[in-house]
């Protein structure tokens, strides 16, 4: 299981602006909600729920923002590429500005976990993460986390 099998060219946002992580989570929240028909409400609070349990910011200028949704059918995630990094409470304390962002079914428990490691394996890759800082648009992003 790869990239391709857990997020889509055009579920990639670049040069997000968001001056602060609440900011931000709205803006990602509402985006899944319009394109997934679901309450942009009920993803945010979803997301911050988990979020306040401890960052999800683990490092390196990303963050993995993610949480279990009730009448998901299956994981929806979304990567996001900040146009200026932001504070988000890291690990670090470093400012991100990359986001894989992540929601699943409530009873997922391996798909959940799955996706986590998937993208957490990818972008712990200097090399791909500097190729996605560098990238012109959603395309060559896209392409960056494939290698």
């Known amino acids: 299981m790869g990239i391709s099998d857990i997020l889509s060219e055009d579920m990639i946002l ?20 319009e394109r997934e028909g679901l309450d942009k409400n009920a993803v945010f609070e979803a997301v911050l729920e988990r979020e306040n349990l401890g960052s999800t910011g683990y490092g390196n200028g990303v963050a993995f923002p993610h949480a279990r949704l009730e009448g998901l059918n299956g994981v929806i995630t979304v990567f996001v590429r900040l146009s200026q990094p932001i504070d988000y409470d890291s690990l670090d304390h470093k400012p991100v500005d990359m986001v894989a962002f992540m929601i699943s079914p409530e009873n997922s428990g391996d798909d959940h976990l799955r996706t986590l490691a998937i993208f957490s394996r990818v972008l712990k890759d200097a090399d791909i993460c500097k ?17």
């Open 131 to 147: 190729a996605i800082r560098s990238a012109k648009n959603a395309h060559e992003i896209y392409s960056a986390l494939h290698k």
């Open 14 to 33: 670049t040069e997000a602006a968001a001056d602060s992580k609440r900011h931000l989570l709205e803006q990602i929240a509402a985006f899944v909600a």
